[in-house]
């Protein structure tokens, strides 16, 4: 594709950042991939003027979406490769809808089955920052779901570590220490940490152990407890 100066401009001052407009409706073709999601893909993959370097990339997300996006009738099959491999990574709706289906399988034990029947929950997440095509879902937006749909506020203060994945179990950050640092300047009086940091509590700084009430949970059911006061 010939450059205009304008486009010589562009990927001189941003390389590695510049997408060509007319690859996502060429990769598209027949399928409900959101424009959204290529572009990302596309800016992750092909950043380039190089037309080889576009080549490769372009094939590289096509196999990403032939691997990663299951259509909405797909969602059984997205499922049993799940059981199959223990784990795999799904981009945008799908992953919501295992996150869907779990909220649904604790409803009973939260008080929400009246809710729930009486509203619909739309999602989408996309981790545009990182390095990633899918990603966790972090506890606090599944508490964000329950706050919305038990009319409950989350309690004045609180901060939530940890991820959800797609398979129900909790993922403790790397290191707790920079992250309730963080929230102690930024305010934060009582901070929710996965179990699995537990041994990392030793080692915070005595302001954060002496001015943060840090309270550990086991499961995420367990949070929304804590952090809602049910």
Do not use: W
């Not at 959204?36 to 893909?41: G, N, P, R, T």
């Not at 800016?43 to 990663?68: F, M, P, Q």
């Not at 619909?120 to 996309?126: K, N």
């Not at 706050?147 to 991820?163: C, E, F, P």
Request: net charge neutral.
């Amino acid at each position: 594709m010939q450059q205009d100066d304008l486009d010589k401009k562009a990927t001189g001052l941003f390389a590695g950042k510049v997408v060509r407009k007319d690859l996502p409706h060429q990769i598209k073709g027949g399928e409900n991939v959101p424009s959204y999601v290529l572009e990302y893909l596309l800016g992750k993959y092909r950043a380039s003027d190089n037309d080889e370097e576009i080549r490769i990339g372009v094939d590289a997300v096509k196999e990403t979406l032939t691997t990663n996006y299951f259509r909405h009738d797909e969602a059984n099959k997205a499922q049993s490769m799940v059981e199959r491999k223990g784990r795999h990574r799904f981009i945008d709706r799908v992953e919501v809808r295992f996150l869907f289906s779990y909220l649904q399988s604790v409803k009973d034990k939260l008080g929400l089955t009246q809710m729930l029947a009486q509203k619909d929950i739309h999602a989408e997440a996309v981790d545009l920052a990182g390095g990633r095509i899918g990603c966790p879902c972090g506890v606090a937006f599944f508490t964000a779901i329950i706050s919305a749909v038990r009319n409950r506020h989350v309690q004045a203060g609180t901060v939530i570590l940890g991820d959800l994945t797609i398979q129900g179990n909790i993922k403790g950050p790397a290191s707790i220490t920079e992250p309730l640092q963080l929230a102690l300047e930024s305010g934060a009086v009582r901070a929710l940490v996965p179990v699995s940091n537990k041994t990392q509590f030793a080692g915070l700084p005595e302001n954060v152990i002496e001015r943060l009430d840090v309270v550990f949970y086991g499961d995420v059911d367990r949070a929304v407890l804590k952090t809602l006061a049910m």
